[in-house]
T-cell receptor, first 114, second 111 residues
């Protein structure tokens, strides 16, 4: 069964550094998402992406964050200048084009900011 | 603003029991609702998706129901097994673009 894959599985970065989290969504999916989960807390929506542009973003997704689909397969989340509070598990998800399709999630990238 | 709550926060049952996990949401104008399973340190595995026009969905030993008017969904697990031990999350969709997640129910099934 097709899967959403995320790399790396664990990223350790110094505060203030830029980080790029990578995702390969399921190949025929059209909607792409990033969520995060701070340890012990809820999964929180960050951003959705459709037709090469952001469809919706949350208050968390400020100017430090950006998303890109640089080619036909990858979907990336960039954090420009990381802060300690960005430490979390980041999940990528994708969904097919029809309205009744479930979101499929990757295994996540654990981001640790030192 | 949509809020999703799950009760109980944790549940421990002996193997073989049937159990019900509850999810409630404040805004009934949802597009769909999805139940997930999360194993420790892992991603989210989709279990069941219920469209707003549906009342229930079944997959194997799992049955999810949806009552939009009361803002509730339940996940019924029949004949629980130790392998069912995980955290179960429900997420209510607002339109196509966003899921709001509950805090989850941590289930432990004892052998």
């Amino acid at each position: 069964e097709p899967e959403v894959t995320q790399t790396p599985s664990h990223q350790v970065t110094q505060m203030g550094q830029e980080v790029i989290l990578r995702c390969v969504p399921i190949s025929n999916h059209l909607y792409f998402y990033w969520y995060r989960q701070i340890l012990g807390q809820k999964v929180e929506f960050l951003v959705s992406f459709y037709n090469n542009e952001i469809s919706e973003k949350s208050e968390i997704f400020d100017d430090q964050f950006s998303v890109e689909r640089p080619d036909g397969s990858n979907f990336t989340l960039k954090i420009r200048s990381t802060k300690l509070e960005d430490s979390a598990m980041y999940f990528c998800a994708s969904r097919g084009g029809q309205g009744n399709q479930p979101q499929h999630f990757g295994d996540g990238t654990r981001l640790s900011i030192l | 603003k949509q809020e999703v709550t799950q009760i109980p926060a944790a549940l421990s049952v002996p193997e073989g029991e049937n159990l019900v996990l509850n999810c409630s949401f404040t805004d009934s104008a949802i597009y769909n609702l999805q139940w997930f399973r999360q194993d420790p340190g892992k991603g989210l595995t989709s279990l069941l998706l219920i469209q707003s026009s549906q009342r229930e969905q079944t997959s194997g030993r799992l049955n999810a129901s949806l009552d939009k008017s009361s803002g509730r969904s339940t996940l019924y697990i029949a004949a629980s097994q130790p392998g069912d031990s995980a955290t179960y999350l429900c997420a209510a969709s607002e339109g196509t673009y966003k899921y709001i997640f509950g805090t989850g129910t941590r289930l432990k099934v004892l052998a």
